[in-house]
Every structure is written in C-alpha cells, then in structure tokens.
C-alpha cells in the first residue's frame, strides 16, 4: 500500500480504510506493502503481516501527499507488484504509470475531494480536473458510496464499482483514562473527525452553546492543514469550560470515547462515506447526523437527522435527545442493527478482493471466483489523503 499517511491508523478515515482491507487481506494470504509517510508512523518491518515502506514527503498543505505518492509510484515500478491500488483523486494522475511495467491499477475515489473548503481555487483546479485520470488511467475505478457512483455515471457515463467503507463491532471500554476530564460525572455528546470545515464543527459549537445544560461536548480531532479554521473554532468555543477539545485519540482512548457517549453528532456539510459514522453506529450510539446524501446512505432511517447548517434545529434536536434518554436508547438500539446488516469489514474485502482478482485474471468486471481457483497475487495499495 502506497502513499496513505500510514498504518497502524492514528488519524484519518482512509487510512483507516486502507488498514482494515490491508490485514484482511494478508489474513487471506496475500502479500501486501503499506507505504507510510515519515512523519505519521514510525512503524518499520511488519505490522499484522503488512510489510511497511517509509519514504519521506514534503510535509506542506499542497506537496505533502502529492509528493509521496510520486516516490513510492517510482519505487513501485521496481517491485513488480500486480497491483497497485490508489485512493483519492489526485493520485490517479499517476494510475497509468504502474501498467507500463504490466501491473494493473485501481483508483477508489472516497470523496469529491475539490469541494473541500480547505483547498484554494488552484488546488481545487487540479483535483476536479483529476476525475478524469480517476477513470481514464486505471483498470478500475471504485467508489465508496451511491452517491459518487450516481456521479460518475451522470457526469461521465461511467460504471464504476461501489465498494463502502466499514467498521469493527464495538468494543466497551469503561472510563479509566478519561476520567480526568470528569466524562465519568457528566452526560457528554461526541464527535469524531478531523476539524476541518466540511464536517460542520462550527455548526455544532454554535448550536451546542444555545443549550442550557450540564452535559459536556467532546471534539476528538485536530487540525488537517487547517490551523485558521481550529482557531476559529476556540473563538466559538469562547472558553465554555463544557466544550473538550482532546485533538486526535485513537486506540483505547477512542474506545473509551465510543463506549460512553450519550449521543454522537454528526454534522457534516461534505462526507465520501463517513468511517466515523459507521464507527458509531458500530458501538450502538444514538446518532443525530445532517441529511447529506452520503449520511443519509450510511444511516437510512435508524438515526435522527437535521437540515444541514441548520444550527437552531441541530441544538433544538440536541436539546431533545438530552431530555428524553428512552428515545435515546430506542434510537442506539436500531444503530447497532443496521451496522451488523450493512458494513462488515469482511464483506468489504470480499469485494475488493474480487475487483483485483478479476483484473489479474483479465477480465474487466468481477466474476466471483471460487476461492479454490484464485490466485494470490501482491497488491499495494496508493493514495493520498488530507
């Protein structure tokens, strides 16, 4: 796997992504590399049987995943790799390389990454221009949700491969280590995800700070390349002592997070397809998301929603869901059964899976073949996040 920040997952929904298929897939046996960027994982050797790869990056907003994926695509094409698997749109514009030297390419697009509201006219430029190699370049294309897959069939008359993302059965952790911050003596609701302003942060302070209530906001996140709009949110934050913001947690801090939360919020303007929101469905939460499209696909009807940017109606819900814990509980209760219906990490694989194998075996769309008659081929896998 080439050009993700890196695995083990510390931050981010792609890599995320990229490590759940990664490990399965080596469980599955499979020969499959991660490259890793320097400054995200110190991780050498292997990792669950994942041979990682650490090339360095210029670490900046527009060079850092750019320039990644261009040294480990350069050190791919010696590696004689059968596939290599690009995630995002920018690095598709390398997806036609790795075929000069026989490998197939796959592209998975997992957002309209040019709509994001950190990206500046040019660099917005040259992501919406990249949807073309996205779907030129490559053997395939995949897409993480029917949304994207709408798009490009509208848009370009193509059929992609919808592939979602998935989560883990929650794990309950009591409160140990978050215990310091008094999540042990008061309600709190959660969010997950980077701050950034596509997932609506500032939507979700401003609403919460219209409520008159004791329960406590959780922000676990940071900055992706986004410093003005973080401290634009403290300003919101405006030194409410209710509001906690822990920058990223991941491992049993995020599963303590996970475990004890009384709502999650999902406030999102832009998503491909959330991790975080499957996550919370995963651990059995009560959700309240905005009705995008890409949430709504997630969530179906077992959550509460809200109009998104709606600030009044989010803190009017919010309010609600804190006043009435049954409805709460009725609301987790449906969650966690239509997490267990639709998005297994294991099906994810199997169908990714399917995609490469069907490629090796030369043939444009999966067959699903019998597990007896595939071959193991080396895959690695490239994309570019933040």
Known sequence: MIGQKGIPATYGGVERHVEEIAVRLVERGHEVDVYSRLYYSHQRGLYRGVRIRRLPSLNTKHFDAITHCALSTGDSLWRNYDIVHYHALGPSVFAGLPRLVGSKTVVTVHGLDWERGKWGRLAAWFLRSCEIPAIRFPDR?????????????????????????????GTFRPLNKLKKYGLDQHRYILFVGRLVPEKGCHHLLEAFRKLDTDARLVMAGGSSFSDGYVESLEKIRGGDERIIMLGYVYGDVLDELWSNAYLVVQPSVLEGLSISLIEAISHGKCVLASDIPENMEVISDCAVTFPARDVDDLSEKMGRLLAHPREVAEVAHRCRLHAEHHYSWSRIVDATEAVYLDLIGGRRHPVGLPRSARAKPRLTVVNKTG
């Open 141 to 169: 294309t995949i897409v993480v949700s029917k949304t994207l897959n709408e798009y490009f069939a509208r848009k370009y008359g193509i059929d992609t491969a919808m592939i979602p993302n998935g989560a883990n059965p």
